[in-house]
């Protein structure tokens, strides 16, 4: 591999990661909003007119465009790419987006690799933990490692296995995110946001997610049914408070679903 980066996609994470990996000129990049040439020129990053320019004698590759884009880009660069060079696929998109665009690049003699970034790109900057999956993740490791990645793992050969793990992470983290907005909405238009936090702080168990995950389940299947019409209420009291209660009302759909297979698998027995 040479020493040249290109990179496809100057957002945040482009930005971010030239930054702290004082890449300058090491890297040509390339974004389709000309605005950004400003941001490439701020951290020595080398400002391409086109994808074609950024990618000429480029080995290693980094793609970090929208999630909407990240096909797209593949489509329009692949071609472009230098025989041999590694696509490194670092948008958060589903495995099957991942795989179509593998399928563009290698068609045109370019290597696929699935990296998924398990963390905000700030704070983290280098120290940002990636998955990498694909048959040259190896290669690919040590190449991110050189532009100075300190947290890196191969997790397979499958494309599509590193972002496998970071989607199915996300209905977690991002359900989370979803169910505080609305608890807290709610919370505050009943006017007992402190409460409800206090009696969260006192209720919370040190597990781990596997305990936690394990210990959850059993409730749903054991308790669903009882814990889906509570959550109906839920969504009542929620309603009545001006608030759509869109992950409640689904949280009794999921519970319910737990309570009747768990009956159905104890008929069967």
Same mark, same amino acid.
């Given at each position: 591999?040479? +020493? #040249? ?8 994470? +482009? ?10 000129? /090491? ?55 230098? *025989? ?30 699935? $990296?998924?970034? #398990?963390?905000?790109?700030? *704070? ?22 050189? #532009? ?6 191969? $997790? ?12 199915? /992470?996300?209905?977690?983290?991002? +359900? ?14 009943? +006017? $007992?946001?402190?409460?409800? #936090? ?20 059993? /409730? ?24 759509? *209660? ?18 159905? /698998?104890?008929?069967?027995?």
């Amino acid at each position: 591999m040479t +020493g #040249l980066i290109a990179q496809i996609g100057f957002g945040e994470a +482009g930005l971010t990661f030239a930054r702290a990996g004082g890449w300058r000129s /090491r890297a040509r990049a390339y974004d389709i909003a000309p605005d950004r040439a400003a941001a490439m020129a701020e951290c020595g990053v080398a400002a391409a007119s086109s994808a074609s320019e950024a990618l000429a004698g480029a080995s290693l590759v980094l793609s970090l465009v929208t999630a909407d884009e990240a096909l797209a880009a593949a489509q329009t660069c692949a071609p472009l790419l230098d *025989p041999g060079a590694i696509w490194c696929d670092m948008n958060s998109v589903a495995p099957e987006t991942k795989q179509a665009a593998a399928r563009v690049v290698e068609a045109a003699g370019g290597r696929f690799v699935d $990296v998924a970034i #398990l963390a905000p790109v700030n *704070p983290a900057g280098m120290a940002a933990p990636l998955l990498l999956s694909g048959r040259c993740a190896a290669e690919a490791q040590d190449g991110l490692a050189a #532009l100075g990645f300190s947290n890196i793992r191969v $997790v397979g050969d499958a494309v599509g296995r590193a972002s496998a793990i970071k989607m199915i /992470r996300s209905v977690m983290v991002k +359900g989370i995110e979803a169910l505080t907005a609305e608890m807290i909405a709610a919370a505050e238009a009943a +006017g $007992v946001t402190d409460e409800v #936090l206090a009696s969260l702080d006192a209720s919370e168990r040190p597990w781990g997610w596997g305990q936690r995950a394990q210990y959850n389940l059993e /409730r749903m299947a054991t308790h669903g049914q009882r814990r889906a019409a509570e959550m109906e209420e839920v969504a009542r009291t929620l309603t009545a408070l001006g608030i759509e *209660p869109i992950m409640s009302a689904a949280t009794a759909l999921r519970q319910r679903e737990a309570a009747s297979r768990a009956r159905k /698998r104890k008929e069967i027995a």
